[in-house]
């Protein structure tokens, strides 16, 4: 397996438009986690999922931030509209089993900046 | 107060030292993992342990559930062990709750 691929690997764009990132998880894996990471808060949990249902999304800055997983294989993170704040490097995991504590598997990262 | 902390926040060794990094947590865990970020950004699993001891190469983990503590350690360390080190407590839901990360560089 390729392990997680996200795209793109990097991103600018301007405030105010629409951003979308995109995550593959490992085939088989039941959950998927979107973190976001900065210089002044470290690795955050912003949502995830489990067999494709969001489960906590507690960690969403706010209401401009939007996640989905329409099916096993695939999953978003939306920013509309983006901010300069929202500049970070954006990570998605898997992991295999939801009722057990497993390894988690991380994809390259989305870097992001907003101008 | 951060669930979990790390220190220190940045270590240089240098080629051949023993490194030693700390980890704290006040959450109730089910397991703790260690990270490995290098520069470029991508992260790697290193270990997971919820007890004991666990060794691979010249990494070695080590975690105390009764004192909530874990160490990362490095025996002879290179030059390509330079990344940021990331502890991660691990709910049974596979929620991460981060460290802050130790960076370490060590100089040949």
């Known amino acids: 397996d390729a392990g997680v691929i996200q795209s793109p690997r990097h991103e600018v764009t301007e405030m105010g438009q629409e951003v979308t990132l995109r995550c593959k998880p490992i085939s088989g894996h039941n959950s998927l986690f979107w973190y976001r990471q900065t210089m002044m808060r470290g690795l955050e949990l912003l949502i995830y999922f489990n067999n494709n249902v969001p489960i906590d999304d507690s960690g969403m800055p706010e209401d401009r931030f939007s996640a989905k997983m329409p099916n096993a294989s695939f999953s978003t993170l939306k920013i509309q509209p983006s901010e300069p704040r929202d500049s970070a490097v954006y990570f998605c995991?898997?992991?295999?089993?939801?009722?057990?504590?497993?390894?988690?598997?991380f994809g390259q990262g989305t870097r992001l900046t907003v101008v | 107060k951060n669930e979990v902390e790390q220190s220190p926040q940045n270590l240089t060794a240098q080629e051949g030292e023993f490194i030693t990094i700390n980890c704290s947590y006040s959450v109730g865990i089910s397991a703790l993992h260690w990270l490995q970020q290098h520069p470029g950004g991508g992260i790697v699993s290193l270990f997971m342990l919820s007890s004991g001891k666990k060794k691979h190469g010249r990494l070695i983990a080590t975690i105390n559930i009764q004192e909530k503590h874990s160490s990362l350690h490095i025996t002879a360390s290179h030059p390509r062990d330079s990344a940021v080190y990331i502890c991660?407590?691990?709910?049974?839901?596979?929620?991460?709750?981060f460290g802050t990360g130790t960076s370490l560089t060590v100089i040949p």
């Open positions: 995991a898997s992991t295999p089993r939801t009722a057990v504590v497993t390894e988690a598997f």
């Open positions: 991660a407590a691990a709910n049974t839901g596979n929620q991460f709750y």
